[in-house]
């Protein structure tokens, strides 16, 4: 790899691409499954997780900057409006980032791009919320 294209991988690349982006979820569905932290979350879900898996893998690879076949295949994310039929509070939100950090973890070995990772996705999820109390929406 030459010094330029180092400087333009993106996080996608440096954790290791699409491996690591399907570890990532099925990781973070077996923790969905398995912590009783996250039982209210996985009561959202289809009991046949492979859809769902499916699209997660292609949102997380274009969001970590992969190629964009989530855009290609399903349009902009709409992220908020895809999840409008579900209640996300506080609870919600904490339950997903229990099971995500714990994913995190398990399968990105780099410090500094697992914590990159978990802030910006911590904030995806704060922003998620479709409670009253979401200071975003609060101010608009």
């Known amino acids: 790899m030459t010094t330029n294209n180092a400087q333009n991988a993106t996080l996608y690349d440096n954790i290791g691409g699409a491996s690591t982006v399907d570890q990532l979820v099925e990781a ?29 893998k292609l949102y997380l690879t274009e ?29 919600e939100r904490d339950a997903w980032l229990i099971c995500m950090d714990a994913a995190l973890d398990a399968c990105i070995t780099d410090p500094a ?7 910006a996705l911590a904030k995806l999820a704060d922003w998620m919320r479709n409670d009253p109390d979401n200071a975003h929406d609060k101010a608009h």
């Open 63 to 91: 969001w970590l900057g992969g190629p964009a076949n989530y855009s290609a295949k399903r349009g902009h994310p709409r992220l908020r409006m895809r999840h409008a039929r579900f209640h996300i509070g506080p609870a």
């Open 28 to 56: 973070f569905y077996r923790n969905m499954d398995t912590m009783e932290a996250a039982r209210g979350i996985r009561a959202m879900h289809a009991t046949d997780l492979g859809p769902t898996k499916a699209i997660l």
């Open 113 to 119: 791009a697992r914590g990159s990772i978990a802030q």
